[in-house]
Nanobody
Framework: VQLQASGGGLVQAGGSLRLSCVAS????????IGWFRRAPGKEREFVAA???????GYADSVRGRFAMSRDNAKNTVYLQMNSLKPEDTADYYC????????????????????WGQGTLVTVSS
């Protein structure tokens, strides 16, 4: 399984970005795919996840501003990020597991077997 994340960049506060994660060897309509981020000097944290291609989950810090979606034909998941804040600045990673994780498990990065490289999002004030 390979995951390729892209779409990061520099944006002003209040702006938007859309991250993409292309999966090879893993169908985005199965298992669980998540987005995590790591800000400078901080621990990696959960952002959002999709399970079985349908059920979404979001961290409280991004709920209402970020939205995950998927395109089965392209085997790609997206993270639409709106109303970006400087505190959203981080390296963003997509991760996948063949397991259908329950809500409490989706937030734990140890439950994901496959990781893509990070894509840097920088939000200026």
């Amino acid at each position: 399984v390979q995951l390729q994340a892209s779409g990061g960049g520099l944006v002003q506060a209040g702006g938007s970005l859309r991250l993409s994660c292309v999966a090879s060897g893993h169908g985005v309509s199965t298992g669980t795919i998540g987005w995590f981020r790591r800000a400078p000097g901080k621990e990696r944290e959960f952002v959002a996840a999709i399970r079985s291609g349908v059920t979404f989950g979001y961290a409280d810090s991004v709920r209402g501003r970020f939205a995950m979606s998927r395109d089965n034909a392209k085997n790609t998941v997206y993270l639409q990020m709106n109303s970006l804040k400087p505190e959203d600045t981080a390296d963003y990673y997509c991760a996948a597991t063949t397991s259908n994780l329950i809500v409490s498990s989706r937030r734990n990065s140890n439950n994901y077997n496959y990781w893509g490289q990070g894509t840097l999002v920088t939000v200026s004030s």
